[in-house]
């Protein structure tokens, strides 16, 4: 099956309209699932989700949401995109990162999110920071413009 991981800050923008990225967002994630790639989503990205929408508004990023605002928003995201669940090898995995590519500071987030990836099979991640996960081999980031090259990859 044809499937792509949706980062926290592709995320984001599907959810905020009024987001300059908002529609450039929407139209990938639209055209990933008619052209029928399943749209999955991780545990991690949804917490990264809530911490920057109940951050406050005037706070670097915030979207100064109530918390039941952002629980509404993370139940739309899963009524719409599939949930990879979290198994216990995750730990071990993301160590294994870690330690293979020599991560450190705050990279450790997207070495997690490599990890999950890796455990699901999962080849393709759809970001608009694809330069945070060039260094891990066994997965492809793209960014919301580029998914027309996307749909052209062979699954995984």
Not at 7 to 28: M, N, P, S
Request: proline letters at 4%; aromatic letters at 8%; hydrophobic letters at 45%.
């Amino acid at each position: 099956m044809k499937a792509v991981l949706l980062d926290t800050g592709v995320l984001l923008r599907e959810r905020h309209v009024t987001d300059v990225k908002h529609a450039l967002a929407v139209r990938a994630i639209e055209g990933l699932v008619k052209a029928g790639w399943s749209v999955r989503v991780a545990p991690q990205c949804l917490q990264e989700y809530w911490a920057v929408a109940t951050r406050p508004a005037e706070a670097r990023g915030g979207l100064g949401l109530t918390p039941e605002r952002a629980a509404m928003d993370i139940e739309q995201i899963l009524s719409v995109h599939n949930l990879l669940t979290e198994t216990p090898d995750l730990f071990d995995e993301w160590r294994n990162i870690v330690t293979r590519y020599r991560i450190s500071g705050r990279q450790v987030w997207d070495a997690r999110l490599a990890a999950i990836m890796r455990l699901h099979g999962l080849r393709h991640l759809l970001t608009f920071n694809p330069q945070d996960f060039h260094r891990f081999d066994f997965l492809r980031a793209w960014l919301p413009e580029s998914v027309d090259a996307l749909m052209q990859e062979e699954p995984g």
